[in-house]
């Protein structure tokens, strides 16, 4: 009999391991991915980036993965979540520029009602500071999504 019940409770733990795994590709599927062209290059998180198309997916709440579509360089970028909002049916990036200067500073991925958002870094708040002085603003610039097929 206590073989049956450990056979039992084996084949238990088998399902659930697979039932597991079964839900990973809808998890993934919801998290989403944005592709957008960039025709700037632009900052984030103390990294540079040049122009380019980027495929941008989120590998948990505070990480993303930021790839180049063409050169294939992957770079991680720390993020908060933020939002609870309307859910976006677009993708967007959305930076900050001072004059020449781009910072990335929203990530809204397509279908969701939250968004990531980069702490500014201490060089883009002296950038700031010197676009306040020197009496031009910054202004929000945005990248839209590509469409997923």
Do not use: C
């Not at 084996?10 to 991915?33: K, R, W």
């Not at 010197?130 to 910054?138: E, V």
């Amino acid at each position: 009999m206590s073989q049956i019940s450990t056979l039992g409770r084996f084949f238990l733990s088998l399902s659930l391991v697979a039932g597991s795994f079964a839900l990973t590709p809808n998890v993934q599927a919801q998290q989403g991915t944005i592709t957008a062209v960039v025709p700037f290059a632009f900052s984030a998180n103390d990294q540079q980036f040049d122009a380019g198309q980027y495929e941008i997916r989120p590998l948990n709440a505070f990480e993303l993965l930021v790839s180049n579509v063409t050169t294939h360089q992957n770079k991680l970028l720390p993020v908060s979540a933020m939002g609870l909002m309307k859910i976006q049916p677009n993708g967007r990036l959305l930076f900050h520029r001072y004059s020449n200067e781009h910072y990335l500073y929203q990530v809204w991925m397509p279908g969701r009602s939250e968004f990531s958002e980069l702490r500014p870094t201490r060089r883009e708040q002296q950038t700031m500071i010197a676009a306040k002085s020197a009496s031009s603003s910054g202004n929000a610039v945005e990248a839209l999504a590509i469409p997923t097929r």
